[in-house]
């Protein structure tokens, strides 16, 4: 049977945060939207970077169909073959369960289980970085797991005039490593690791403004430096973009869905306690290269 497209004459919007995020509220995501409300939530997305909806009943081909009003619906990127630390995934289709469930036997369920992940941005180590990421709760634990999420355009608004110049036009090179802590191996062998050239200042192609785009997660090294000048001003950089003043912490609630521009903010988990369990389903869309 085909749904009608739900019409919303004004969107309803809360602020989460001065610096970044925002709820819309009254927008039923079980059903398709006009042209009208996509647009609504598409100006509101490019003004706040991170949008929350909540109470929310999703099926996968609901979340993928929000998700298409934004770009392609990205396919998910296996790990390279040697790269450490990555267990079994069950299917690398465009869905990825965040989830520390396992089977009888021990074996995953989905992928990034258990524990804390620092600040990062996704894709960002691929020609066309991924340009929004679509979170939905499902299991939630009664503490801790939480998203926070940073605005880089306030990073950038906070970096000094005389850093601006200097940094102008640079290139950083962007990893990913699986497991990882607060800082990526600077040390990885390229060849085992997913990697890109970005510039290391974006200015986004939705709002206009510019980002300051590093993170502790992905950045590697600034080219053009020695690798110790480099991790001195690469701690600089994520010191201004992990400011808690520009973080807004979302505490989940089952039926949450979260979207974000990952050129516009970075991203990180807290911890929950081992015996709770967490689940949530991710999806992203494709992005434009950079240069």
Request: aromatic share 8%; proline share 7%; with cysteine.
């Amino acid at each position: 049977m085909t749904m009608l497209a739900e019409p919303v004459s004004a969107i309803c919007l809360v602020k989460l945060h001065p610096l970044i995020g925002a709820e819309i509220r009254g927008v039923d995501l079980t059903r398709p939207l006009d042209a009208d409300a996509q647009r609504q939530i598409k100006d509101a997305w490019h003004q706040h970077t991170v949008l929350l909806f909540r109470d929310q009943n999703l099926s996968e081909d609901d979340q993928r169909r929000f998700a298409s009003y934004f770009g392609p619906v990205a396919r998910r990127v296996p790990p390279k073959p040697g790269a450490k630390g990555v267990g079994d995934s069950p299917d690398w289709h465009d869905m990825m369960m965040v989830t520390d469930k396992v089977d009888a036997g021990g074996k995953p369920l989905g992928s990034l289980g258990h524990g804390e992940m620092w600040f990062h941005t996704d894709k960002c180590y691929h020609r066309r970085p991924h340009r929004a990421s679509f979170l939905y709760g499902i299991d939630i634990p009664a503490e801790g797991g939480h998203t926070k999420f940073s605005s880089l355009y306030a990073a950038y608004d906070r970096l000094p005039a005389d850093l601006k110049r200097r940094l102008d036009g640079t290139m950083v090179i962007q990893g990913q490593q699986y497991g990882v802590g607060r800082r990526i191996d600077i040390t990885l062998p390229l060849e085992t690791t997913h990697h890109c050239r970005q510039p290391i200042f974006v200015t986004n192609p939705g709002s206009g403004r510019k980002a300051l785009y590093v993170a502790s997660q992905n950045s590697m090294w600034i080219e053009g430096m020695d690798r110790d000048e480099s991790e001195a001003l690469l701690a600089r950089l994520f010191a201004i973009a992990e400011d808690p003043e520009i973080i807004y912490e979302h505490v989940w609630r089952p039926g949450d869905l979260i979207m974000w521009d990952n050129l516009a903010c970075l991203h990180a988990r807290t911890d929950w306690p081992p015996q709770q369990r967490r689940t949530l389903r991710r999806c992203t869309v494709e992005g434009e290269p950079l240069y």
